[in-house]
C-alpha cells in the first residue's frame, strides 16, 4: 500500500523577475560602465521562497504571471534549478531587474522596474489554483502588479482559508494593508519600513512589538513576522511576543534576506515544527543569505549550521 505524499508548499507571484546581479569598480554618470560576473536568477517573493523551500529539501510549487520574451527566460531559469513551476502568461514583458556591485566601496545599486501592467482577467486563473490546491500552505509573495485590484490577496486568503488550508502573505503598500483589514492570514511578514507603512507611523522597539500584537489580538493574523535588519527580528502570536537578534556574519549583499527567512519559516511549519522554531530557522536563513553575493540565497548546510550555534548560544531579547 502507498503512502501519499503530501502535496507541495504553492507560491504565488503575481509581479515575477529574471534577476540580473554583476559588479564593476566604480560607478560613474555618462560614461559606460564596464560590468563582469554577471549572473541571470529567477527572481520575485514567491519564486524566491519556492527556491529556498526547495533548497531546504521541501516540496514547492511555484506559480507566476509572466508574459513575453523574459517570461520565457524565467521559466528556463526555474526549470534549470529543478523548480517545479507553473507560467500564468499576460500579455506585458516580464519585468527585468538589475543590480551593480560595486568594488571599490562594496555599495549595491539596484534598478528595479514597476513591471508590466496586469489586467483582473490575467489573475483569475490564480484564484482558481489557490481554491483548489491539495497543499496546507499557500505563500503569495511580493508587489502587486500595476492595476491589479487592491483586494487580491485578501480574496486569496478566504479562498484558502474556506479549504482549511493557511495563507501566509509578505507584501507592502495597498496589498498588504488591504488583506490584513479584510481577510484572516495564518502568517504575515512584513519588514519594519513595512509594517511602519501599514500603521502610519515611526516605531521604536516597544513600538514594533506592540503593532505585531495589535495585530494579532485585531484577529487580521495569527503570527506576525517582523524582520528588521541588523536589529533582528519578531514574533508575535496568541502566545505573546519573541525578539531574537540578528546573527552576526559578514555580509557581502542584502539581497534575498526576507524571501530566505520567509522560506525557511514555512518550510519549517509544515515540517511540523512550533512558530518559535521555525521562526528561529528563519532568522538563520536571513544571515545565511546575507553571506552570498547578488541574487544568491540560502543553503541549507549553512542555515542549519547557523541556526544550531544561535540556539547554542542563546540569543534572546526579552519583548519590552
Given amino acids: 500500500m502507498s503512502i501519499a505524499r503530501p502535496a507541495p508548499i504553492l507560491t ?21 560602465v564596464r560590468t563582469s560576473n554577471v549572473r541571470y536568477d529567477p527572481g520575485g517573493g514567491g519564486i524566491n521562497v519556492a527556491r529556498v523551500i526547495t533548497a531546504l529539501g521541501g516540496k514547492a510549487e511555484a506559480y507566476f504571471l509572466a508574459g513575453g520574451e523574459t517570461g520565457s527566460l524565467l521559466t ?15 500579455e506585458g514583458q516580464t519585468r527585468i531587474s538589475f543590480m551593480v556591485h560595486e568594488r571599490s566601496t562594496g555599495l549595491e545599486y ?9 489586467q483582473s482577467r490575467e489573475l483569475e486563473p490564480c484564484l482558481d489554483v489557490v481554491a483548489s490546491h491539495k497543499g496546507q ?46 481577510s484572516r492570514l495564518f502568517l504575515v511578514k ?17 513600538g514594533v512589538g506592540q503593532a505585531a500584537s495589535d495585530i494579532v489580538a485585531s484577529g487580521a493574523a495569527e503570527i506576525v513576522a517582523i524582520t528588521m535588519g541588523v536589529d533582528g527580528a519578531l514574533l508575535a502570536s496568541a502566545q505573546g511576543v519573541l525578539r531574537v537578534p540578528a546573527i552576526h556574519v559578514r555580509v557581502r549583499s542584502a539581497l534575498g534576506a526576507g524571501d530566505s527567512f520567509l522560506g525557511a519559516m514555512v518550510w519549517a511549519l509544515s515540517e511540523g515544527r512550533t512558530p518559535e522554531e521555525a521562526f528561529r530557522l528563519g532568522v538563520a536563513a536571513g544571515a545565511a543569505a546575507v553571506m552570498k553575493p547578488g541574487f544568491e ?20 531579547i526579552p519583548a519590552r
Fill in 110 to 118: 539596484r534598478f528595479v522596474p514597476e513591471g508590466p501592467p496586469v
Fill in 297 to 316: 540565497l540560502c543553503r541549507r548546510e549553512e542555515v542549519l549550521a547557523l541556526n544550531e550555534a544561535a540556539l547554542q548560544t542563546g540569543g534572546e
Fill in 76 to 90: 528556463r531559469l526555474l526549470q534549470a534549478e529543478g523548480i517545479a513551476n507553473h507560467l500564468v502568461p499576460i
Fill in 190 to 206: 512584513p519588514s519594519r519600513g513595512e509594517l511602519e507603512q501599514f500603521v502610519g507611523r515611526k516605531l521604536d522597539d516597544a
Fill in 137 to 182: 500552505y499557500v505563500v503569495a509573495s511580493g508587489s502587486l502588479p500595476t492595476d491589479a485590484p487592491p483586494d487580491i490577496y485578501a480574496r486569496m486568503a478566504k479562498l484558502v482559508s474556506a479549504r482549511g488550508a493557511k495563507f501566509v502573505l509578505d507584501s507592502s503598500g495597498t496589498g498588504l494593508d488591504t488583506a490584513l483589514k479584510q
Fill in 12 to 32: 504565488i507571484t503575481l509581479n515575477p523577475a529574471v534577476d540580473v546581479s554583476s559588479e564593476t569598480e566604480t560607478v560613474r554618470p555618462v560614461r559606460k
